[in-house]
T-cell receptor
Framework: DTAVSQTPKYLVTQMGNDKSIKCEQNLGHDTMYWYKQDSKKFLKIMFSYNNKELIINETVPNRFSPKSPDKAHLNLHINSLELGDSAVYFC???????????????FGSGTQLSVL | DAKTTQPNSMESNEEEPVHLPCNHSTISGTDYIHWYRQLPSQGPEYVIHGLTSNVNNRMASLAIAEDRKSSTLILHRATLRDAAVYYCILRPYNNNDMRFGAGTRLTVKP
């Protein structure tokens, strides 16, 4: 079984549309993250949730809204998509909270978003 | 953000050892040194981490300089499957907030 799974793997859409990316982890972890990898391959943290509570919220446009229905799921909703949103989005999880521990992260295989 | 410096790229021959360097001259006493790697079309995966002493696991070894201002990830026998981007990251002892830099792209030649 895949530890951290994301769907879809590829997402091609038009500017202005609203889309969602889903993430699930079966590791029993308390913390989940969203990262964005741009065309230059830099991997930047966007959000982190611990037990459904938002802990880290980087400077991300408010068109991006994470939603955590339970601690095993962290979905990413993006409204009014723009060309600059094209990137690979990675979900990750860790056992402990984002602040207070030094846990290793487990990443999903990524969702390649292309905005046309 | 990453506070580490790594070469952009390195090459290695298959079945030879690889030493991937990382400079982190501004490391604080409570920063851990973490290494992750990202294989093509995959998410990053944990490789190894350490604080002061050298560390070994089934994937690699981590050699940490005595002053902790640099470290080296050692792959003892590179395989084609080790071709990836390797990230060296400093993490405070109480923080999971991972900040990735550009990493080193390792090419393994048959």
């Amino acid at each position: 079984d895949t530890a951290v799974s994301q769907t879809p793997k590829y997402l091609v859409t038009q500017m202005g549309n609203d889309k969602s990316i889903k993430c699930e982890q079966n590791l029993g972890h308390d913390t989940m993250y969203w990262y964005k990898q741009d065309s230059k391959k830099f991997l930047k943290i966007m959000f982190s949730y611990n037990n459904k509570e938002l802990i880290i919220n980087e400077t991300v446009p408010n068109r991006f809204s994470p939603k955590s229905p339970d601690k095993a799921h962290l979905n990413l909703h993006i409204n009014s998509l723009e060309l600059g949103d094209s990137a690979v989005y990675f979900c990750a999880s860790s056992r402990g909270p984002p602040r207070g521990t030094n846990e290793k992260l487990f990443f999903g295989s990524g969702t390649q978003l292309s905005v046309l | 953000d990453a506070k580490t410096t790594q070469p952009n790229s390195m090459e290695s021959n298959e079945e030879e050892p690889v030493h991937l360097p990382c400079n982190h001259s501004t490391i604080s006493g409570t920063d851990y040194i973490h290494w992750y790697r990202q294989l093509p079309s995959q998410g990053p995966e944990y490789v190894i981490h350490g604080l002061t002493s050298n560390v070994n696991n089934r994937m690699a070894s981590l050699a940490i300089a005595e002053d902790r201002k640099s470290s080296t990830l050692i792959l003892h026998r590179a395989t084609l499957r080790d071709a990836a981007v390797y990230y060296c990251i400093l993490r405070p002892y109480n923080n999971n907030d991972m900040r990735f830099g550009a990493g080193t792209r390792l090419t393994v030649k048959p």
